[in-house]
């Protein structure tokens, strides 16, 4: 019988509930989820005193609990942005990882906290435009130069006293849970812990938070089971990886290459240090380390790096030299697979979504299936966290399971982020509804996005997976049929869609 893997996830969204189960799965596990219901839905907060009863439950069953600290202090992520929860109510909300410590000492504990971005929810066209104010304000609070503290003093008139006084209540009570995490990792009631930085600049007050709490860590002395580094809701992801590699005594060994060594030291979007130190991060979280030389390693991690120039401009010129770069790139990673290597690819060119010159020459030059991971959704450290997990967990024993999670992130980064999601948008806002938050017209567009992806994911499979073979631990497995196409918004907004599908094998 399998070891058994609970999850108290961050909230409802696939990122955080679906990708982990299929994982495990690939990995050969399956993972124990709290009930729905209990994890709050979109702006309604989970119920963290049932989960800390669930949590208290799995103890006699699991080998090891991933948990995520926001879910049980606050209800999740969301409800971490608003100051609604006191500190000491926090605080007595996660005393329950010290009961379950107390009760069951053999289990394994890993766990993961966020750094609470530099801004708020963007539920609405107006909260949009406090969201960038606020953004640009936790900047501004980073820098000293005097034409940045006049432009901070200006944004501090403009901006609704409440909403300020909770942005820094809410930033401050975060940062003392963080700190209490990482003394729980002293007193070995956690195991491990990630800090995820959540979406940031390269200014602003999490710089200091970071650093305090990195020095909190070695000053008792858990550096080597303390990770920051940016991300969020791929947290679980790295987690399941972690415990997978520790169990099975491995540390896969990573080759990295960048489309571009300007783009390696180029700061993401939504991110506060260059890429380089975020890749170098994410694989030292999951366990596994950075080889310089290719014959070393166990897999490829080819890095579409942030070009810098806008999408649309790049498309418009194949000559551009972003485009080039692509092109280069793209020859680089068919070269690899040609030469039998195992390759990750991590799409982090823009944020929210694959690239859609590299997925054009993608499918020109390769069959799909070959790759081992890709991802090109969210932040940076959404997909590498992603691309990683993936990448270590997949040993060839679960091909279905593996093309499964494969096609679900091209039908998720590239057809819908990249290709729908925008047509979508527009035509909504043309109606005078917000993406934001659809209202009373969020069945209506479910249905619309259902109906138009699955046409374009079912036309995807027929051209770039039907038919393909992959490698087995066995030999090889041909991909047959895609029986089930389920494809939904999970929360009444476009940011993120819900995909499930089924796909046989033939022979």
Known sequence: MAERIALIPLDTRPCNVRFPAQLARLAGYKLQLPPLSLLGQFTTPGQPEPLSEWFLAQGAEAKVVLVSADMLAYGGLIASRTPDVSLSHAQQRLSVLSRFRQQFPSVTVYA???????????????????????????????????????????????????????????????HAVNRQMVEYVAAGVVDYLILTQEDAAEFGPHREEQMALRALAADLGVSERVSLHPGASEAALTLLARWVNTARQRAPRVAVYYASAGGAERISPFEDRPLRET????VGAIGAEIVPAEGQADFLLLVNTPRGPGRREVEQDPQSPGAVQVQRFVDTLARALEQGWTVALADVAFPNGADTLLMELLTQRIELPRLTAYAGWDTAGNTLGTVLAQACLHDGRQPAAQVEFLFSRFVDDYLYQSLLRPQINAELERQGLSPLNLGEAYELVKREVAQRLEIQAREFFDRHFRGCRVTTASGQWQIGKLVRCDLTLPWPRTFEVEVAVEITGEG
């Open 279 to 282: 890749v170098e991060a994410h």
């Open 112 to 174: 993961s906290n966020v750094l609470m971005r530099t801004s708020l929810t963007a539920s609405s066209p107006e909260n949009l435009r406090y969201w960038r104010q606020l953004h640009r304000y936790s900047e501004l609070l980073g820098r000293r130069e005097r034409t940045a503290q006049q432009e901070r003093e200006q944004l501090e008139r403009d901006l609704p006293p409440a909403l300020l006084q909770a942005y820094h209540t809410a930033r401050a009570r975060n």
